[in-house]
C-alpha cells in the first residue's frame, strides 16, 4: 500500500486583535497625552504672562492656583500616581522653552545655562531653581489629589485575601502617605502666605515701647514714570528735614543697611527709595527699553517732588552711594532747586574708566603673584566693556573679590557691613517675594542699565552743580574710583563744596563708619543748609 504524503500548512504568526491600538490609546495613550498637554500648557501660559516669574504678590498667588489646578487635572486624566512627576516636568519644560524661545525679555537671567562659573550658577539658582522651588509643590499637591479622586471614582477590581501582615503594612503605607500629602499641602499654604507677606517697617518706639506720637514708618507705593515703585520711609519726628537715599548697584538696595543706622532718623526723615526694577519695584524693570539713565534721573525727581508734598517740606536731602552718586549728581543738575544740598558716598564719576583701570590692575595682580588661571581668565576676557551679559558678571564678581588684594586695609572696626547676603537681601523689611525679587532686579537691573552708563562722565557732564556739595571719601577706596572722583571734585563748581575724609572707610563709609557718619549729616550740612535761601 503506497504511503500517502500530506503537506503541512506553514505555521501562520498570531493575529493581532484588530483594534488594539484603540484600545492602548482610549486606556494609556489619551490620558498621558492629555496629562502632558495640561502641564505644558500652564508653562506655556505662565512664561507668556510673567516671562520672569511672579514679581508681584498677586502674581505668586495666581501662580500656586494656576499649578494646583494644573496638577489636578493631570491626575484626573492619568489616574496615575505617574502625573505627579510628570505635572510640575511638563510645566517646567513648557515654561522655559516658552521663556528662552518666544518672551521678549532683557537681563541676565536670560540666556545660556552655565554652572562653569560661580556667577553662571548664581544666575541659574535666581531664575531657573528659584522658579521651580516654587512651582513644583503645588503642581505635585495637585496630581495627587486629581489622581486619588480618579481612582476612587475607578470601579475596584476584587481582591484576593490578604494576610495579616500585608494589611497592617499596606495601612501603614496610607497613613504615610495621607501625612506626607498633609504635610505637602501645610507645606504650599505655607509657601503662599510668605509670597503674600509684605514686608513690614517695624515703628519707631520710644521708652515706653509705643510707636513715638510724630513719627513716621511706612512702605509708599508710588506712581513714577508711569510704573509703580517703592519708597521705605522712617523717621522719629514728621516735621524733621527729609532725605532721600539712592541705593548703589545699579540694582542694589541699602535698605537694610541704611534702617540700622537709626540715629539717622532722631534727625531726618530717612526714605530709602527702590529704585525701578529693584528690590520691591523689580516688577517696573520691564519694558526694559525705557531703562535709560535720563529715565532713572526722570524718576528721582518726580520723587523728590512727591516727598516735599508728602511732607511740607519746601527741600530736601539727597544722599547718593556708588551708581547712587552718578543719579544723585544728574538730579541735582537738572533740579538743583528742590535739594538743601547733594551728599555723595563711594562717589563714581565715570564707570568705564574705573573698570578698565580694576582690569589692569587685577591683571597686574595676577601676574604678581603667580596666579596663572586668574591672569588667564583675564586675558580670556579682555579689557571691558563686555556684550555678554554673564562674561560682564563674572569679571565683575572676580574682580570684586579682588578689593582687599589690590588695595588692602582692616576691615574689623567697620560698624556696619554692607556686603553680606543677609544684609543685602533677606530682612524683616522685606517679605519672601521681595527678597527673591531683590536677587533677580541685581542681576538684571544691573546688566541692563550697566552698560547705557559707559558714556557717563561727570568731569565732562555735570562739573557744574548750583547747590551745596559734600564728598565723603574713604580713605581706603579703591584708586580706580578715588582718583576720578577727586579729579571732578577739583574741577567742580558749586556755591560750596567741601571734600571730607573718612580715615577707617573704603566705598561705604556711610556704614563703615557710620558714627561720624551720623554726626556730620546731624552736625555740619544740617546746621550750614538748612533753611538757607536758594
Do not use: C
Request: hydrophobic fraction near 45%.
Amino acid at each position: 500500500m503506497a504511503a500517502t504524503q500530506t503537506s503541512r500548512a506553514p505555521l501562520a504568526a498570531p493575529a493581532v486583535p484588530a483594534g488594539r491600538w484603540r484600545l492602548w490609546w482610549a486606556g494609556y495613550g489619551r490620558p498621558l497625552t492629555g496629562a502632558v498637554a495640561v502641564g505644558v500648557l500652564s508653562g506655556v501660559l505662565s512664561a507668556a504672562s510673567m516671562p520672569r516669574g511672579p514679581v508681584t504678590r498677586g502674581q505668586a498667588l495666581v501662580l500656586l492656583a494656576g499649578l494646583l489646578v494644573a496638577g489636578v487635572a493631570a491626575g484626573v486624566l492619568l489616574r496615575s500616581r505617574w502625573a505627579v512627576p510628570l505635572a510640575p516636568v511638563a510645566h517646567l519644560v513648557g515654561f522655559e522653552v516658552t521663556r528662552a524661545t518666544v518672551a521678549d525679555v532683557e537681563g541676565a537671567l536670560f540666556g545660556p545655562v552655565h554652572l562653569g562659573t560661580s556667577a553662571g550658577a548664581l544666575l541659574f539658582v535666581v531664575s531657573h531653581l528659584f522658579y521651580a522651588i516654587v512651582t513644583v509643590p503645588p503642581a505635585v499637591l495637585g496630581a495627587i489629589a486629581g489622581a486619588a479622586y480618579a481612582r476612587r471614582r475607578r470601579p475596584s477590581p476584587a481582591r484576593s485575601p490578604r494576610s495579616r501582615a500585608r494589611r497592617i503594612a499596606g495601612r501603614a503605607g496610607l497613613a504615610l502617605r495621607m501625612s506626607l500629602t498633609v504635610l505637602l499641602a501645610a507645606g504650599v499654604a505655607l509657601a503662599g502666605f510668605q509670597l503674600a507677606r509684605p514686608g513690614q517697617v517695624a515703628p519707631v518706639l520710644g521708652s515706653d515701647g509705643e510707636p513715638v506720637p510724630g513719627s513716621v514708618a511706612t512702605h509708599e507705593r508710588i506712581r513714577l514714570g508711569g510704573t509703580d515703585q517703592w519708597v521705605s520711609i522712617r523717621g522719629r519726628d514728621v516735621d524733621n528735614p527729609v532725605l532721600l537715599y539712592l541705593s548703589g548697584g545699579p540694582g542694589g538696595s541699602d535698605l537694610a543697611l541704611v534702617r540700622w543706622n537709626k540715629r539717622m532718623e532722631d534727625s531726618f526723615t530717612v526714605a530709602v527709595w527702590e529704585q525701578r526694577g529693584t528690590g520691591m519695584s523689580y516688577a517696573s524693570l520691564d519694558p526694559t527699553a525705557e531703562l535709560t539713565v535720563d529715565r532713572m534721573v526722570a524718576d528721582g525727581i518726580e520723587l523728590t517732588r512727591w516727598l516735599r508734598t508728602r511732607f511740607d517740606e519746601q527741600k530736601i536731602y539727597m544722599v547718593g552711594n556708588s551708581w547712587g552718586t552718578i543719579l544723585g549728581v544728574l538730579m541735582a543738575q537738572r533740579a538743583p532747586e528742590l535739594f538743601w544740598a547733594y551728599v555723595g558716598t563711594g562717589q563714581m564719576v565715570s564707570v568705564a574708566e574705573t573698570d578698565r583701570i580694576l582690569y589692569r590692575q587685577s591683571l597686574a595682580y595676577a601676574e604678581r603673584i603667580g596666579d596663572d588661571s586668574l591672569a588667564a581668565r583675564l586675558r580670556a576676557w579682555g579689557p571691558p566693556p563686555y556684550d555678554d551679559p554673564l562674561i560682564d558678571a563674572t569679571a565683575h564678581a572676580t574682580i570684586g573679590l579682588l578689593y582687599e588684594d589690590l588695595e588692602p586695609y582692616d576691615l574689623a572696626a567697620t560698624e556696619i557691613r554692607p556686603n553680606t547676603m543677609t544684609n543685602r537681601f533677606f530682612h524683616g523689611e522685606y517679605g519672601l517675594l521681595d527678597s527673591w525679587n531683590s536677587l533677580r532686579g541685581l542681576a538684571d537691573m544691573f546688566s541692563v542699565l550697566y552698560p547705557r552708563l559707559q558714556d557717563v562722565d561727570l568731569r565732562t557732564g555735570a562739573d557744574r552743580l548750583d547747590l551745596p556739595v559734600y564728598v565723603l571719601e574713604g580713605r581706603h577706596e579703591l584708586s580706580a574710583r578715588r582718583l576720578p572722583a577727586l579729579d571732578w571734585y577739583d574741577k567742580l563748581q558749586a556755591p560750596g563744596k567741601q571734600l571730607i575724609w573718612f580715615e577707617r572707610s573704603g566705598h561705604n563709609p556711610q556704614f563703615e563708619e557710620a558714627t561720624r557718619y551720623t554726626e556730620l549729616m546731624s552736625g555740619t550740612v544740617l546746621t550750614a543748609t538748612y533753611g538757607s535761601s536758594p
